[in-house]
């Protein structure tokens, strides 16, 4: 729907989000709404894998670098250090693949 109207298309201009759905469903099939989606996913899916692997080993390693042998003993701090960690470490390693 975003790129509808970015790209001004004419049948699209002016119209609201819900007006572009049934306009796309009636000119283009029920599927057109998920039109796009495949690659959205293709690209989510290593990304969130490399997130959520990432943030448990840097919050592990944080945690035994602090000292704090339980997780109840943790400060938020280190959860926040960790997903920063996390999202810059998915982020690099899914840029540099799509490099290649």
Avoid: C, H, W
């Avoid at 080993?57 to 996390?86: C, E, H, R, V, W």
Wanted: aromatic letters at 12%; hydrophobic letters at 45%.
């Amino acid at each position: 729907m975003a790129i509808l109207q970015q790209t001004r298309n004419p049948d699209y201009l002016g119209l609201s989000i819900p007006q572009i759905l049934k306009n796309m469903v009636k000119n283009e099939g029920a599927l057109s709404v998920f039109k796009g989606n495949g690659a959205n996913v293709i690209r989510i899916m290593p990304f969130a894998a490399i997130e959520l692997f990432t943030f448990e080993f840097y919050k592990a390693q944080l945690i035994k670098i602090s000292g704090n042998n339980s997780l109840n003993d943790s400060k938020g701090g280190l959860y926040l250090l960790a997903g920063g960690l996390a999202g810059m470490t998915a982020s690099a390693s899914v840029f540099f693949y799509s490099l290649i």
